[in-house]
């Protein structure tokens, strides 16, 4: 296994469209994470699934965005009618339960929105 | 809500030096905390993490101590190269309600290493 890798790792869409990215953790992690970083900022969570069920969504997270894992493996994030301020970097993380264990993070999904 | 900041936000030094890195957490109930690189334009690569029940960790030339009564860590590098300069990420973990591994992070500092 290669580590978790996300698709595309650039986007360029104009205002109003919807987008889809998709994140592949690694194989045995159960647990999977979005987060969001815009330039000069620290990444900020969005949501994480356990298994197939999303346990947790941040107040960023606008009714625009939503994510799925239908079957505890790959999770995709769509965001609807893009608006200038999604503009960032997407970055998924997986991890193997959550006691004493570190996320391993994907190279991001940078999208911009003309 | 938990805040974490990272002093200084910008950090230069001459290759061979010794540096440290701050973060500070305004919540001490944390489950973890753990150090995070990031290249300009890449994602996160995860360098140290400590338990709350630990002091520090080390991995080669890096140390990371962790003072959770004061909200205080720092990340120790050794002996710098060029090679270490990117972007260092501080993130605590919440308490162990099964969500420690959702983070909040830093603002980061971005270390440059000259020859």
């Known amino acids: 296994d290669t580590g978790v890798s996300q698709n595309p790792r650039h986007k360029i869409t104009k205002r109003g469209q919807n987008v889809t990215f998709r994140c592949d953790p690694i194989?045995?992690?159960?647990?999977l994470y979005w987060y969001r970083q815009t330039l000069g900022q620290g990444p900020e969570f969005l949501t994480y699934f356990q298994n197939e069920a999303q346990l947790e969504k941040s107040r960023l997270l606008s009714d625009r965005f939503s994510a799925e894992r239908p079957k505890g493996s790959f999770s995709t994030l769509e965001i609807q009618r893009t608006e200038q301020g999604d503009s960032a970097m997407y970055l998924c993380?997986?991890?193997?339960?959550?006691?004493?264990?570190?996320?391993?993070f994907g190279p991001g999904t940078r999208l911009t929105v003309l | 809500k938990q805040e974490v900041t990272q002093i200084p936000a910008a950090l230069s030094v001459p290759e061979g030096e010794n540096l440290v890195l701050n973060c500070s957490f305004t919540?001490?109930?944390?489950?973890?905390l753990q150090w995070f690189r990031q290249d300009p334009g890449k994602g996160l690569t995860s360098l140290l993490l400590?338990?709350?029940?630990?002091r520090e960790q080390t991995s080669g030339r890096l140390n990371a101590s962790l003072d959770k009564s004061s909200g205080r860590s720092t990340l120790y590098i050794a002996a710098s190269q060029p090679g270490d300069s990117a972007t260092y990420l501080c993130a605590v973990g919440r308490t162990n309600t099964g969500t420690a591994s959702k983070l909040t992070f830093g603002t980061g500092t971005r270390l440059q290493v000259t020859l």
């Open positions: 993380a997986s991890s193997l339960g959550w006691r004493d264990r570190v996320l391993i």
């Open positions: 194989s045995e992690h159960n647990r």
């Open positions: 400590i338990q709350s029940s630990q």
């Open positions: 919540d001490s109930a944390i489950y973890n």
